[in-house]
């Protein structure tokens, strides 16, 4: 997983003004969940920008420290328009904290962004992240005149942040004609695949042409 260093400022103020304000100064809303679990009633101080989140609703006995923040577009451009993972290390109020983007919402007209949601990671909690899948090999249905197609580019993976690689790299050089590497057919040391373990990843399509040299092969 790359490094990625990010500036963040606290933001006490969620309201629309606000939020119009901030997007005014070429800057984007943000939120770091995943922070600090705290037992409630929480006798603590907040710092500026911080809420309460309860957790366990039952009970209603724990919460978590979620941060509500900005950043400023020019420093995300980077990390938002790529197919790169990063692990990026904020700096709010003097602290760099470890996290993950997790989500991010766009103007539907103009696509710009709106909102960010970054996790916190640590070394003690798994997280779930999609990982782009990378195909690797020369597949034996596509040497018989099939056609290889790649149905998911991207895969869930649960683990500790710094497990979770860049690509899941699948080799395919054993996929015959009309076969399919499943979710379930996959095994990466330390990721625990989240998907249906049915769903196909990747197929070698019979093409009109495989299908006559199989048949006369047949015949």
Known sequence: MKKFELKAEARPEV?????KALRAEGKIPAVLNGGKIVDLPFSGTLKPGERLVVIDKE???RGIISTDISVKEEDVRKLIYTPDIFEIDIELNGEKRKAVMKDL?????KDT????DFLEVG??????????????????????????QLSMRKLKVKA???????RLVVNVDNLGLGKSIAVGDLH???????NAKNAVVCAVQLTRAARGAQAKAES
Do not use: R, T, W
């Open 123 to 148: 070394p003690e909690k798994p997280i779930v992240m999609e990982v782009p899948v990378k195909i690797e090999g020369h597949a034996e249905g596509v040497k018989a005149g099939g056609k290889l």
């Open 59 to 61: 009970k209603n006995n």
């Open 15 to 19: 309201g629309k003004k606000s939020l």
């Open 188 to 194: 990466f040391d330390g990721l625990e695949l989240m």
């Open 160 to 166: 500790i942040y710094d497990q979770i690689p860049e």
């Open 105 to 109: 919402q766009f103007q539907p007209v």
């Open 113 to 116: 962004v709106l909102h960010i």
